[in-house]
């Protein structure tokens, strides 16, 4: 099982970027991802979280209205689109996976973005 997060970069306050998460080793029918981020001496927050089967969707109050989560299941890939950036919004990003609730999940390795003022 793996993840690649990718997409990160220096965009400017009110920017957008699209970050990709590809996945190999399972399907995106049977793992719910999650998108996370974390700031040097932070917790990791979640973003946001796209379910396995239903595909519902599920938002941080801090994004809601900005970012948008998807997936494309013939390219094992999750998305989070980010528009509006904000200086707040600079971290190192990371997605999830998760079979259910019990399980161990599994991590890539995050993407930083950067939003200057």
């Known amino acids: 099982v793996q993840l690649q997060a990718s997409g990160g970069g220096l965009v400017q306050f009110g920017g957008s970027l699209r970050l990709s998460c590809a996945v190999s080793g399972f399907s995106l029918d049977d793992y719910a991802i999650g998108w996370f981020r974390q700031v040097p001496g932070k917790e990791r927050e979640e973003v946001s979280c796209i379910s396995s089967v239903h595909g519902r969707t599920l938002y941080a109050d801090s994004v809601k209205g900005r970012f948008t989560i998807s997936r494309d299941n013939a390219k094992n890939t999750v998305y989070l689109q980010m528009n509006a950036l904000k200086p707040e919004d600079t971290a190192v990003y990371y997605c999830?996976?998760?079979?259910?609730?019990?399980?161990?999940?599994?991590w890539g390795k995050g993407t930083l973005v950067t939003v200057s003022s």
């Open positions: 999830k996976a998760s079979l259910n609730a019990r399980s161990v999940p599994y």
